[in-house]
């Protein structure tokens, strides 16, 4: 029988998931609070501009990933720096840091830090169906966005006259923030671990490196999770409600249906 080996290296196998480093919360200009969705309009246009090249880019990378079972280099790298570019933005557009995102990928200054390791090896079946696989994710991820900007004017209002983001909401917003990063991730193929973490980490589940990693949520912060699903669910429904129309027939049309068949139908 074939004795172990004691002085073999140690494989480490744990599943690796985009990490998201974010300070704690601190003291925030109240001016710059007031005004941060006016102050964040030219990074709006830029990232916009980006998501276009980004697509370009993942359909590119989509390919290569069928063929060599992982994302060209290229591509794995300029994601990498749209994701963190992206995240940094949202998290001043969600309150948790002050400090302005700067205008580009490369910002290891900057309070708010992605890490990933873009360039992994990849599952081509999972890669092919990867935009089937990433709905459940997706519609999380889309309730969890509802929700908070349900409650967006009562979290504005709570951090222009505290001048800072409370704990609690400072957990369940970077609890947001960090699904919305790892959804993006997934989606264009730079993990292949699927978006987990809605509710925070396991205490002790990794060293302390900064307030969001681990990111452990108190009992209020999953409270405002909860509640960020609930109202995500009842936006969802109220806006699919107010897209439904149903004429005299009794057939029952949505969304653009509405404004174009209506016309027609007037006109019978």
């Not at 501009?49 to 300029?78: C, D, H, Q």
């Not at 209020?220 to 509640?227: G, T, Y």
Request: charged share 15%; glycine share 6%.
């Amino acid at each position: 029988m074939e004795q172990p080996r004691w002085d073999a290296p140690v494989v480490d196998r744990t599943e690796f998931r985009p990490a998201l480093d974010i300070p704690p919360p601190d003291r925030q200009n109240r001016l710059t609070v007031l005004l941060r969705l006016l102050l964040l309009i030219p990074q709006f246009v830029v990232l916009w501009l980006l998501s276009i090249v980004a697509f370009v880019v993942a359909v590119i990378g989509w390919f290569g990933a069928l063929v060599t079972g992982r994302l060209p280099r290229f591509a794995a790298e300029w994601l990498a720096g749209y994701v963190g570019y992206d995240t940094r933005v949202y998290a001043s557009m969600l309150l948790v840091v002050d400090r302005y995102p700067p205008f580009r990928f490369a910002a290891p200054d900057h309070p708010v830090r992605v890490e990933l390791r873009p360039g992994e090896p990849l599952n081509r079946l999972a890669v092919f169906f990867r935009l089937l696989l990433v709905i459940p994710a997706a519609i999380v991820q889309g309730l969890l966005q509802a929700g908070w900007w349900t409650l967006s004017l009562i979290h504005w209002l709570i951090v222009l006259v505290l001048g800072r983001m409370p704990q609690a909401l400072f957990e369940a917003t970077a609890a947001v923030l960090r699904y919305r990063m790892r959804f993006q991730a997934y989606l264009l193929m730079l993990t292949s671990t699927y978006p987990k973490g809605v509710f925070g980490d396991p205490p002790n589940s990794e060293p302390q490196r900064s307030a969001t990693r681990p990111l452990v949520l108190t009992g209020a912060a999953k409270a405002l999770v909860v509640i960020y699903l609930v109202l995500g669910l009842f936006s969802s429904a109220a806006g699919s409600a107010s897209d439904q129309w149903t004429d005299e027939d009794g057939t029952t049309y949505t969304g653009d249906v509405i404004s174009t068949l209506a016309p027609l139908r007037a006109g019978t």
